[in-house]
Protein backbone atom coordinates (compact mmCIF):
# COMPACT_ATOMS: atom_id res chain seq x y z
CA UNK A 1 0.00 0.00 0.00
CA UNK A 2 1.31 3.59 -1.08
CA UNK A 3 1.15 5.95 1.08
CA UNK A 4 -1.74 7.90 -1.01
CA UNK A 5 -3.69 4.98 0.15
CA UNK A 6 -3.30 5.21 3.75
CA UNK A 7 -4.46 8.39 3.67
CA UNK A 8 -7.65 8.27 1.77
CA UNK A 9 -10.77 8.63 3.66
CA UNK A 10 -13.19 5.60 2.30
CA UNK A 11 -16.14 7.71 1.97
CA UNK A 12 -13.75 10.14 -0.34
CA UNK A 13 -13.17 7.47 -2.38
CA UNK A 14 -16.85 6.53 -2.22
CA UNK A 15 -17.82 9.62 -3.67
CA UNK A 16 -15.22 10.02 -5.92
CA UNK A 17 -17.18 7.07 -7.56
CA UNK A 18 -20.61 7.96 -6.85
CA UNK A 19 -21.78 10.81 -8.97
CA UNK A 20 -25.24 10.02 -9.48
CA UNK A 21 -26.45 9.75 -5.88
CA UNK A 22 -29.71 10.30 -4.97
CA UNK A 23 -29.92 13.52 -3.51
CA UNK A 24 -32.25 12.32 -0.72
CA UNK A 25 -29.11 9.93 0.33
CA UNK A 26 -27.59 13.48 2.39
CA UNK A 27 -30.90 13.66 4.31
CA UNK A 28 -30.58 11.73 6.83
CA UNK A 29 -26.90 9.78 8.66
CA UNK A 30 -26.86 6.42 10.53
CA UNK A 31 -28.70 6.84 14.23
CA UNK A 32 -30.85 9.41 13.19
CA UNK A 33 -34.52 9.17 14.39
CA UNK A 34 -37.13 8.49 11.64
CA UNK A 35 -40.62 7.59 11.16
CA UNK A 36 -41.49 5.02 9.41
CA UNK A 37 -41.25 1.31 10.07
CA UNK A 38 -37.72 0.31 11.43
CA UNK A 39 -35.69 -2.11 9.70
CA UNK A 40 -33.13 -4.57 11.52
CA UNK A 41 -30.40 -6.19 10.25
CA UNK A 42 -29.54 -9.61 11.92
CA UNK A 43 -25.95 -9.66 10.81
CA UNK A 44 -23.81 -13.25 10.97
CA UNK A 45 -26.71 -14.85 13.35
CA UNK A 46 -25.21 -14.51 16.60
CA UNK A 47 -27.62 -12.37 18.80
CA UNK A 48 -24.67 -11.54 20.69
CA UNK A 49 -23.57 -9.66 17.72
CA UNK A 50 -26.92 -7.04 17.33
CA UNK A 51 -26.25 -3.81 17.85
CA UNK A 52 -27.71 -2.01 21.10
CA UNK A 53 -30.04 0.11 18.55
CA UNK A 54 -31.23 -3.19 17.10
CA UNK A 55 -32.18 -4.69 20.20
CA UNK A 56 -33.48 -1.83 21.67
CA UNK A 57 -35.84 -1.43 18.48
CA UNK A 58 -36.81 -5.39 18.81
CA UNK A 59 -37.80 -5.31 22.68
CA UNK A 60 -39.77 -2.10 22.16
CA UNK A 61 -41.54 -3.99 18.94
CA UNK A 62 -45.24 -5.02 18.76
CA UNK A 63 -44.96 -7.25 15.62
CA UNK A 64 -41.56 -8.45 14.34
CA UNK A 65 -41.40 -9.83 10.43
CA UNK A 66 -38.60 -11.73 10.03
CA UNK A 67 -36.88 -14.16 7.42
CA UNK A 68 -37.84 -17.10 8.66
CA UNK A 69 -34.68 -19.38 8.64
CA UNK A 70 -32.19 -16.62 7.68
CA UNK A 71 -32.40 -15.57 11.31
CA UNK A 72 -31.21 -17.20 14.68
CA UNK A 73 -34.45 -18.41 16.33
CA UNK A 74 -32.41 -17.84 19.51
CA UNK A 75 -32.62 -13.86 18.59
CA UNK A 76 -35.96 -13.81 17.97
CA UNK A 77 -36.63 -15.81 21.30
CA UNK A 78 -33.99 -13.63 23.43
CA UNK A 79 -35.00 -9.76 21.87
CA UNK A 80 -38.75 -10.50 21.07
CA UNK A 81 -40.16 -12.27 23.39
CA UNK A 82 -42.86 -9.31 23.76
CA UNK A 83 -43.85 -8.91 20.21
CA UNK A 84 -45.67 -11.03 17.75
CA UNK A 85 -43.26 -12.92 15.12
CA UNK A 86 -43.95 -13.47 11.61
CA UNK A 87 -41.80 -15.30 8.86
CA UNK A 88 -41.85 -13.19 5.72
CA UNK A 89 -40.87 -16.67 3.93
CA UNK A 90 -43.26 -17.55 1.03
CA UNK A 91 -45.36 -14.88 1.37
CA UNK A 92 -45.81 -11.08 -0.15
CA UNK A 93 -46.18 -7.56 1.76
CA UNK A 94 -49.78 -7.72 0.93
CA UNK A 95 -50.35 -11.66 2.79
CA UNK A 96 -47.72 -10.84 5.93
CA UNK A 97 -50.01 -8.23 7.29
CA UNK A 98 -53.17 -9.52 7.20
Known sequence: MTDDQ???DPQDA???VATD????VYDHSAGDEQEGI???GAG???PK???VAGR???SEADLVVHAGSLVNSELLEEYCADAETVSSIGKDLRSSFR
Open 21 to 24: RDDR
Open 14 to 16: IDA
Open 38 to 40: PFV
Open 6 to 8: SET
Open 49 to 51: LLT
Open 44 to 46: PGD
Open 56 to 58: ELL
